[in-house]
């Protein structure tokens, strides 16, 4: 079946920067997209970027330009989130997501278990 | 930006009752809205896309209606299990994804 695998919690100090990863199976990689959107405490849904599985290309939400790349590696049909000089808003549950087809205007149907990421001093 | 807004920000139904929670965009998204299902502690799933579609698996006591600006999720006969946060979301001009605030619906 198809399953969004990421990477387990990690705690960071300000400043630090932080690599969450999320492993794919059950389907053709180089297919489909993925995106991050992560979820602060008790708060809502935020999309933070999106990352081509075929060739790469990136696209990230204007408020973490400069701070966020995301990364693929086919070999392991895997997707790196990373995202540097954390602050302590930053901290969040960051969950990958698949769209449900390769078309362009498509909601995301599939959902990684989410990793928790703690920016505390 | 597409901003979306949600209403209301808590909902307390009866079991067996309707539950009806309305999502607004700023601009018109076509129909290329989708509603999500956060029950506590887990990720995100998907109920509807396409506005009226529903997903695989997904309960007939849910569904969907709507286009342009005002959209509208109905639960027909709300069961102890549909206790979580309801998010909608847009998928029509991206990026950003935008999404709504949520709605957390409780059961009385």
């Known amino acids: 079946q198809v399953q969004l695998m990421q990477s387990g919690a990690e705690v960071k100090k300000p400043g630090a920067s932080v690599k969450v990863s999320c492993m794919a199976s059950g389907y053709i990689f180089s297919n489909y997209a993925i995106s991050w959107v992560r979820q602060a405490p008790g708060q809502g849904l935020e999309w933070v970027g999106w990352i081509s599985g075929s060739n790469g290309n990136a696209r990230y939400a204007e408020r973490f330009q400069g701070r966020v790349t995301m990364t693929t590696d086919t070999s392991t049909s895997t997707v790196y989130l990373e995202l540097r000089s954390l602050r302590s808003d930053d901290t969040a549950v960051y969950y990958c997501t698949r769209p449900a087809s390769y078309y362009p205007l498509s909601p995301f149907d599939i959902w990684g278990q989410g990793t928790l990421v703690i920016v505390s001093s | 930006e597409v901003v979306m807004t949600q209403s209301p920000a808590t909902l307390s139904v009866s079991p067996g009752e309707r539950a009806t929670l309305s999502c607004r965009a700023s601009q018109s998204v076509s129909t290329n809205l989708a509603w999500y299902q956060q029950r506590p502690g887990q990720a995100p799933r998907l109920l509807i896309y396409?506005?009226?579609t529903r997903a695989t698996g997904i309960p007939a006591r849910f569904s969907g209606s709507g286009s342009g600006t005002e959209f509208t999720l109905t639960i027909s006969s709300l069961q102890s299990e549909d206790l979580a946060v309801y998010y909608c979301?847009?998928?029509?001009?991206?990026?950003?994804?935008?999404f709504g605030q949520g709605t957390r619906l409780a059961i009385k």
């Open positions: 979301q847009q998928y029509n001009n991206w990026p950003p994804y935008t």
């Open positions: 396409g506005a009226s």
